[in-house]
């Protein structure tokens, strides 16, 4: 291997163009290995002869020789490595990182890391966040930097900060670990945004995801979506048909305790649940969603003012309180109230007998602001439409799709039994 000083020399003359960047590249890979590494200790005033932005791709390769020895972490921890890391990342050329995406994948990693290891996950929040822009092929890429960013957002308990990469739509996945860590996560952004509809449906992905076997992103996320679903909607629904056999066969032997929650919910007694979850205390505390198991206990009062709607015109705030088991009829009013408030119910309180008077949803569809609500529903979901089929398209004609096909048919395939493939294709 040369020199380091001649690495460095290489590295500034050789990132420019395209042709100059494959040239380096070579050279990179050619020094890389036990040799740089064992010479890692002596990288870091080489930081300083290079610019992040411009030579990011011989930058990328001795951070990551360097960040490789424990001992440098050790002597360097905290101090001006992990700021010259975060710098690094938020100013690196993303053409230039992603000739070398694994190395760059380490980085980030070792800073997710060390950040928490101080106790200081905020930090890592704009160098990850900028990090898993310039790896993404398109903003419809997943990455396996997502699931490490949004695990620093979850820490830092900046949950708004996730919604960087959580409004996206994804439609590439490199690992299929990736798509379960990040609808778990991200799913545990919305509970903490109180968001439960969007929580409900990362959650679901999680659990209908195809899937060979069963794995413990999988049984985790299924606990939460027990609960958020009886928070959001009163209920766990069944699994649909293109959840995996086993998802339906195995999740509820491994989540049994929640889906006892689940049918004590249903009989619409608060004291019952409330024992419930009292008897189960430290399960629910092991699992880390005794907080979210409150919040199920809380919502039995909203949905049993629900059921009132279904069955009075008219109702006392004392009878109310009587039939959900608050205390008193002024507790009554302050969930009549919330509920009101969020458009759960559409009722009004007469405060001088103490009635309430359940209405029928006033919404007439027809104003300015929901016409345009609906019409960019139907555009998003053209959309969507459009890209499903383009990839259905693609997948019909995948040579590796056909072949299995084929075979699990007992035969080789041939092109007469896949008609619906468009003959653009051919």
């Known amino acids: 291997m040369e020199s380091v000083e001649a690495l460095v020399a290489h590295i500034q003359a050789l990132s420019g163009s395209a042709d100059e960047l494959a040239q380096l590249h070579g050279l990179l890979k050619q020094a890389d290995g036990d040799a740089l590494r064992a010479r890692s200790g002596a990288l870091l005033p080489f930081f300083s002869q290079l610019h992040p932005g411009a030579h990011s791709l011989g930058y990328l390769f ?28 938020i100013s690196c050329s993303a053409d230039q990182i992603r000739l070398s995406p694994d190395k760059f994948l380490n980085v ?40 490490e960013y949004l695990t620093l957002c979850l820490l830092a308990k900046q949950y708004k900060a996730g919604l960087s990469v959580l409004e996206d739509d994804i439609f590439e996945v490199d690992q299929p670990k990736d798509l379960f860590l990040y609808c778990y996560y991200g799913g545990m952004i919305y509970i903490g945004l109180k968001k439960f509809r969007k929580a409900l449906e990362l959650l679901h992905n999680a659990v209908t995801a195809p899937m060979s076997s069963l794995n413990a992103i999988t049984i985790e996320a299924y606990k939460k979506y027990v609960l958020v679903s009886l928070i959001q909607n009163g209920q766990v629904p069944s699994f649909p048909k293109y959840a995996s056999s086993t998802a339906q066969r195995n999740l509820k032997n491994h989540a049994q305790i929640y889906v006892d929650l689940s049918t ?44 009132l709607t279904q069955t009075y015109l008219t109702l006392s705030l004392e009878d109310i309180a ?98 619906s493939v468009p003959h653009k294709y051919f």
């Open 62 to 89: 001795l951070l990551d020789a360097f960040l490789s020895a424990p001992a440098n972490l050790r002597a360097h921890a905290g101090g001006d490595l992990l700021a010259t890391v975060a710098d690094f990342l």
């Open 264 to 307: 004590c919910y249903g009989n619409g007694s608060y004291s019952e649940l409330e024992t419930f979850i009292q008897s189960n205390t430290e399960k629910f505390q092991t699992d880390n969603n005794l907080g979210l198991v409150k919040q199920v206990l809380s919502s039995m009062y909203k949905r049993n003012i629900q059921r």
């Open 108 to 147: 980030c990693k070792v800073l997710k890391s060390e950040l928490m290891q101080l106790n200081a996950p905020i930090r890592g929040i704009a160098p990850l966040r900028a990090a898993v822009r310039k790896i993404q092929a398109s903003s419809e890429h997943l990455t396996s930097l997502h699931a």
């Open 322 to 419: 009587s039939s959900v088991q608050l205390n008193t009829p002024k507790e009554a009013e302050m969930h009549v109230l919330r509920m009101i408030e969020d458009g759960e119910i559409h009722a009004t309180i007469n405060q001088k007998d103490g009635m309430v008077s359940f209405h029928e949803d006033p919404e007439q569809y027809k104003s300015s602001e929901m016409v345009e609500h609906i019409d960019s529903s139907i555009q998003r979901l053209m959309a969507l439409s459009k890209k499903l089929t383009s990839i259905d398209e693609n997948i019909s004609c995948d040579y590796a799709f056909l072949m299995k096909s084929g075979r699990e048919r007992g035969r080789g395939f041939d092109y007469d039994d896949f008609d």
